[in-house]
């Protein structure tokens, strides 16, 4: 017991000491300040508002006002955290007073620096957690525990020559030597990989990428591109079989927004930017690009276009691939682009297609030309409670067939809807009030099920009028389906909670906790039968395993003409397995098999990466498989770009 | 019959098969300590019902497949074929009326008094494994679940239901062939207790069809209500397993196949019984006297079975097989699941997966079947019989019985044992007096069952294609060889391994095993109809087969051939006999049909049993002229290509002989009975 409670306190220890770091190295930095610094400064003005500056002038870590400083360091571990998600100053933390509860810290999200009451206790009786039991992740690892570095003397000697930024520091190596899946991060918490980047470079702009590419022909060194470092697939591991150099081409400092043009919505970006900062230099602008996937804090416009991502709002902007207008592409055969910028041709097969997706496996994106739309007058969040999932269900596929979606419309199981519950923070007496009345109106008067019941969360963009509309109509649907608005505020309490629950994981990881995210999309008669079965499956893998605590729930998070995109959550208690990553690998494997098996696909945004490789053939024919294999040869015959993605 | 001592056995048995020896509780002996009237009305609610089942009335269930996509696209589809709308539409809910069950439990309530009444009368104990019942209980909560029994008996029919009743459990749907659907009142007693009535043959009746899968599915999938079936799709008359009917089991199947389930699960459900209502009605039906129709009034008749005695039953539930695991690796699921799944009708590969299922099954099935000392004793009284005698010392026969049930137990069969052997070869005898029975002298008696003035079973129009001093003897034959083939499929691998060895010579010379396996595996598909072994387990099954005969000490294995020892072959012995009547009913078949160009039909069979009469003057090997098993050579000698089929005039099967094909497995079947089994010293 003693033992523990030191191991707890260590723990917290580490938790303070890191914020206290982050206090200091946060000043100056941080979105108020990019905003105040560029604010408005030529709105209204038509054409292009920004034009491209010379490459290579702006000095590392330094702003102009035509390019403000990205909102992350080049030394990413400065802000971010080097084994867990998301910003330092922001995490789940336990107190224990006469009992314990949870908080969550820092003040980046609306959840911050509130106490969660109901939160330990749901742990407590979902997953089985007893808050004594603290497993505290490894210290970070000194300089000799990173793996050696092979090193390719002419390849370094060059870029030195060149003057490209680039380091040789393990803890930038390490950085850069994984995405966010449950096996990576349970890596950095309890051991090492295998092999990691031998050498990080920063490009700077275009050509920088062009020299860079061109000397890992000439000296035989592997490339992998490396953008916001959120991916979920395996996509960053290096092949542990790589013998040459692997050199990590991270594409953060390629990040200015080359130029706007305002006649045509579009904007000429360089692939390195991420998400939040090209939002919020496009809003100082008047503009938005609407993409919004949940990583869009950290994920970047390059990432986006490789693994085709999705955004939340794409029932009004579209997804990557509708956003696109313009690639440009280094492979080692050359730079790829199409050059007119028509809103749509008719040549051929669009080469377009063999970069979205293609996961770094071709050659590294370094500028996309993407549609941009005014910034929306009014946003407004609302929400549906149904009897149901199949209720629910059914108005989603009601809502797509009238082809009514709103900005995002999300449909919560119930497992889920009590999730939320669970992260209420206290309320006022007023709230419990309201809570109350809302309580009994939906279980007594509407007859729900507190423990079938599920929720749906809407979000409208456009002017008043147009949401008002966008409103009435929705309502009347859900009204047709047994569902009934449930108010504004438990709408957004959803689309918040969609950033913070990957910050959960990292907690749950020192209660014995393993918790992971997947995908799919599956036509519209397979979506409840899918829900269900890939659900039951899970558990019933876990039975058999011996596990006794799990929690899976689901959500439907993309409604489209033929179909949905559906999103699982899974976590169980490991407590008492000697592999909890290979169980789980194990169980989200069968997972996926039931998925395939009920008609969903390999994946809807996640991508492929390593991980789910397996499925591929299942996905396409051989002879697709062999256009794929063939594209890779031609671009990239030598296997340059040999994160062994895809195939 | 050999009259020395058996040799001891030596060595360990080759495997431990199955689980401990489980244990069975007596349903009866409750019932004859209270009142069945009260039994019948307790408060009785189930217990164990499916997680996501939704209670549905039957009027829900209709509409639900009324309005099912495939029954929709069906009657649109035959709209175009140029049929009316409505009169289709009137046509699928008449079908549906006819077909749909409904389950009350007033009327459960009614069986659960007069079944036990009856069952007590007649039976001693009815034992189940209670170990079973709880796992099914367990598992009916978590996945639909599909019941697979035995089908030996009309008693199969409400058992499963009582044995649900009994234990609290989610009651059956049954599915019931139409005849039942005849019988007056019994016929809607049974729909009350949830029979539904499914036509004989309907594959070319789409709509049909149609609404048939949608039903059973509906039911599967919403309702999660236990669904019974006979995998046989008929009783066996013969006692064996019959190949199993895979209409059903697909039709189930499909629900997960379609992803429409999560899962389901089957359960082997082995029903034994020591001594069979019809034995005597199925021993006349396979030398060709037909069955009376199913009638209300011959139900009436058949009460005079309940002065007699038919020993116990016992029923084994065993472990579910989840379709998933078995199904999983054998098939593509993904590649229909784009295809809306009413529209995707089961693939080729698919089917022969369920049909792998359903053997696997049948095999659970077999595996789970208690061995009556009844069987047991049957061997040797028919081993007896073969010899000419019509008695025997029950000395003699204690002594026998008690080696082979130790070979038996062995092997992985479970023997339902009482007592000492002696007392349950007493009570087995004392169930079965009319065939054999057990005088004062210590000599049992084998009796001749028919009696040639007695000819109330034999109808008077139907002609009988046997001279009547055949059917005299072989009805005495044919109700031994029952009880002897509820024990057969412990005792074919080895058997066939046997004949393997003989028909290459082994006894003399060694053979090599791959020949021998190669031989083997012959042997196991051609009389894979009579016998059933699962799909892709020939190596599995030879292993099993030969080991046996090498524990025994019978065949020694040395560098990769085997051979015959030439001191002591008692068991191979046995297991040619045993196989003796299968291989000569399957090369009269052979001669038969290289006698001439057949048509596939019932002439054919005709033919060959009365060859197969003939041919009984040189052996007493009666139990051969089993229809059940003419009809299977037809059909292996048909499969295996030895005749080729044309289409003849009014499209009927022409069969046409391949005589040198026929002529090598003629070969192949007689080298057992052409060379004589000699130890040599």
């Not at chain 2, 996945?143 to 009743?165: E, G, K, M, N, Q």
Request: charged share 20%.
């Amino acid at each position: 017991m003693a033992s523990s409670a030191t191991l707890r306190l260590s723990v917290i220890q580490r938790h303070l000491s890191s914020q206290r770091r982050e206090e200091v190295s946060g000043d100056g930095q941080g979105g108020v300040g990019v905003e105040e610094r560029c604010g408005g400064a030529r709105r209204g003005c038509e054409g292009v508002v920004w034009a491209a500056t010379g490459g290579g002038e702006r000095q590392d870590g330094q702003g102009s006002d035509n390019n403000p400083l990205p909102s992350l360091p080049r030394r990413r571990q400065e802000v971010l955290k080097w084994n867990g998600w998301g910003y330092k100053d922001s995490q789940f933390v336990v107190h224990k007073e006469k009992d314990y509860y949870v908080s969550f810290t820092g003040n980046r999200y609306k959840i911050g620096n509130l106490v969660l009451p109901h939160f330990a206790n749901w742990v407590r009786e979902t997953l089985g957690v007893n808050f004594d039991d603290c497993t505290p992740p490894q210290p970070p690892p000194q300089p000799q525990h990173f793996p050696q570095p092979t090193i390719q003397q002419d390849f370094l000697d060059e870029i030195q020559t060149l003057g490209i930024t680039h380091s040789l520091e393990g803890e930038d190596r390490l950085f850069r030597a994984h995405g966010h899946t449950l096996a990576e991060i349970f890596t950095l918490r309890e051991g090492m990989f295998p092999r990691i980047p031998d050498l990080v470079v920063w490009p700077k702009n275009h050509s920088e990428v062009e020299k860079l590419v061109d000397l890992a022909c000439r000296c035989q060194t592997a490339l992998i591109p490396f953008g916001g470092g959120t991916s979920v697939s395996g996509a960053l591991l290096c092949p542990e079989e790589e013998s040459r150099m692997i050199v990590s081409l991270d594409t953060s400092q390629m990040c200015r927004i080359l130029w706007l043009d305002e006649k045509n919505l579009t904007a000429r970006i360089e692939a390195g930017i991420i998400g939040q900062d090209l939002e919020k230099q496009l809003h100082v602008r008047g503009y938005t690009t609407g993409h919004e996937p949940d990583s869009y804090e950290f994920s970047s416009l390059g990432g986006w276009v490789a693994t085709r991502a999705s955004g939340m709002k794409k029932n009004i902007y579209g997804n990557i691939e509708d956003l696109v207008v313009q690639v440009k592409v280094v492979t080692p055969v050359g730079t790829v682009e199409r050059y007119t910028a028509g809103p749509r041709l008719s040549a051929g097969p669009d080469v377009h297609h063999f970069i979205l997706g293609s996961e770094g496996t071709l050659g590294v994106i370094t500028e996309v030309t993407i549609k941009v739309r005014p910034l929306p007058i009014i946003q407004r969040y609302g929400s549906i409670a149904f009897p149901d999932f199949a209720s629910g269900v059914s108005c989603m596929r009601e809502v797509a067939l009238h082809r009514c979606q709103p900005a995002s419309i999300r449909l919560m199981d119930n497992e889920q809807f009590k999730f939320g519950h669970a992260l209420k923070p206290p309320t006022g007496l007023l709230g419990l009030l309201t809570d109350g009345i809302k309580k009994v109106y939906i279980t007594r008067i509407r007859g729900f099920d507190v423990n079938l019941m599920c929720v749906a969360t809407l979000l409208f963009e456009g002017c008043e009028q147009e949401v008002t509309s966008q409103e009435k109509r929705l309502y009347a649907i859900a009204l047709n389906n047994k569902g009934i608005p449930a108010g504004e505020a438990n709408g957004e309490r959803g689309y918040m909670l969609t950033f913070v629950i990957a910050y959960i994981r990292d907690l749950g990881f020192d209660y014995g906790i393993v918790a992971e995210s997947f995908e799919t999309s599956v036509p519209w008669d397979r979506v409840y039968t899918l829900c269900h079965n890939v659900k039951h499956r899970i558990k019933s893998e876990c039975k058999a395993k011996g596990i006794q605590h799990t929690f899976v729930t689901c959500r439907v998070t993309q409604t489209y003409d033929a179909g949905a995109c559906v999103y699982f959550y899974f976590a169980f208690n490991y407590r008492g397995l000697s592999d909890p990553v290979h169980v789980y690998e194990e169980i989200e494997g069968n997972a996926r098999n039931e998925i395939l098996g009920c008609g969903g696909s390999i994946s809807h945004h996640h991508g492929v990466g390593k991980i789910r490789r397996q499925w591929m053939n299942q996905t396409f024919s051989e002879p697709s498989l062999g256009a794929i294999r063939a594209v890779k040869q031609y671009f990239d015959p030598d296997n340059i770009f040999a994160n062994g993605n895809l195939l | 019959m050999e009259q020395t001592m058996r040799p001891a056995i030596p060595g360990s048995p080759p495997r431990k098969r199955g689980q401990p020896q489980q244990e069975y509780i007596d349903l009866l002996a409750e019932r004859r300590q209270s009142s069945d009237l009260r039994w019948a009305a307790r408060e009785w609610y189930s217990k164990g019902n499916y997680k996501y089942g939704l209670q549905m009335e039957r009027e829900e269930v209709l509409s639900k497949v009324m309005q099912s996509d495939r029954v929709k696209h069906t009657i649109s589809w035959l709209v175009n074929e140029g049929m009316a709308h409505d009169m289709l539409v009137a046509e699928a809910e008449g079908i549906l009326e006819q077909m749909a069950h409904t389950q009350k439990l007033a009327i459960i309530r009614q069986f659960a008094f007069i079944l036990p009444k009856i069952m007590k009368k007649i039976y001693s104990k009815v034992l189940i494994n209670e170990e079973g019942i709880e796992k099914l209980r367990s598992t009916l909560v978590e996945t639909p679940v599909i019941l697979l029994p035995t089908h030996r008996s009309y008693a199969d029919f409400l058992l499963v239901s009582y044995i649900a009743y009994h234990f609290d459990l989610p009651l059956p749907v049954i599915a019931a062939g139409m005849d039942f659907m005849g019988m007056a009142i019994v016929g809607e007693k049974l729909r009350g207790s949830g029979a539904f009535y499914i036509r004989r043959s309907f594959m070319d009746n789409t709509l049909y069809w149609a609404v048939f899968q949608e039903y059973v599915q509906t039911l599967v999938e919403c309702t999660g209500s236990p669904m019974e079936f006979f995998l046989e799709g008929t009783r066996s008359r013969s006692g064996k397993s019959l190949p199993p009917k895979i209409g059903l089991l697909g039709c189930v199947a499909e629900c997960w196949l379609r992803g429409r389930v999560p899962d389901l699960a089957v359960v082997p459900i082995s029903i034994s019984y020591e001594r069979t209502l019809e034995e005597k009605l199925y021993a006349y039906e396979l030398l060709g006297v037909p069955k009376p129709r199913e009638s209300t009034s011959g139900l009436l008749k058949a009460t005079r079975i309940l002065k007699e005695k038919y020993g116990n039953i016992y029923v084994n539930v065993g472990e579910p097989v989840s379709v998933r695991g078995f199904l999983g690796p054998r098939v593509d699921r993904h590649l229909s699941a784009s295809i809306p799944s009413h529209l995707a009708p089961l693939t080729k590969n698919e089917l022969c997966a369920c049909e792998a299922l359903g053997c696997h099954m049948l095999r659970k099935i077999q595996l789970g079947g208690v061995v009556s000392v009844w069987s047991v004793v049957c061997v040797h009284l028919i081993c007896t019989l073969w010899a000419q005698c019509w008695s025997l010392p029950f000395k003699v026969l204690l002594q026998e019985v008690s080696w082979l049930i130790t070979i038996l137990e062995k092997i992985g069969g479970n023997i339902a044992r009482q007592g000492s052997v002696e007392e349950d070869i007493i009570c087995s005898l004392e169930v079965h007096s009319h065939v054999a029975r057990l005088g004062e002298d210590g000599v049992v008696y084998i009796q001749q069952v028919h009696q040639p003035d007695q000819q109330t079973v034999l109808s008077k129009d139907k002609k009988i294609n046997l001279s009547s001093k055949t059917v005299e003897l072989a009805v005495t034959h044919l109700m031994l060889q029952h009880y002897i083939n509820h024990l057969l499929h412990l005792l074919i691998r080895p058997a066939l391994v046997a004949h393997a060895l003989v028909s290459l010579g082994a006894q003399t010379k060694a053979s090599s095993l791959e020949l021998l396996q190669s031989r083997f595996v012959f042997l196991r598909s051609f009389f894979g109809y009579d016998f059933i072994f699962e799909k892709n387990m020939e190596g599995r099954d030879f292993m099993e087969g030969l080991s046996v005969l090498t524990w025994s000490g019978e065949v020694s294995v040395i560098q990769g051939c085997a051979q015959m020892m030439h001191q002591a072959n008692s068991l191979i012995t046995l297991l040619l006999a045993l196989l003796k009547p299968f291989t000569l009913t399957y090369s009269c078949a052979a001669q038969t049909m290289a006698s001439q160009e057949w048509l596939d039909n019932g002439a054919l069979v005709v033919a060959v049993q009365q060859s197969i009469e003939r041919s009984l003057c040189k052996t007493t090997l009666y139990s051969a002229l089993s229809l059940d098993t003419v009809r299977h050579a037809v059909r292996a000698v048909i499969r295996i290509g030895a005749v080729t089929k044309r289409k003849g005039i009014n499209d009927q099967t022409v069969l046409t002989p391949d005589q040198q094909k026929i002529a090598s497995i003629t070969q192949v079947l007689q080298q057992t009975s052409t060379t004589a089994l000699q130890p040599k010293l």
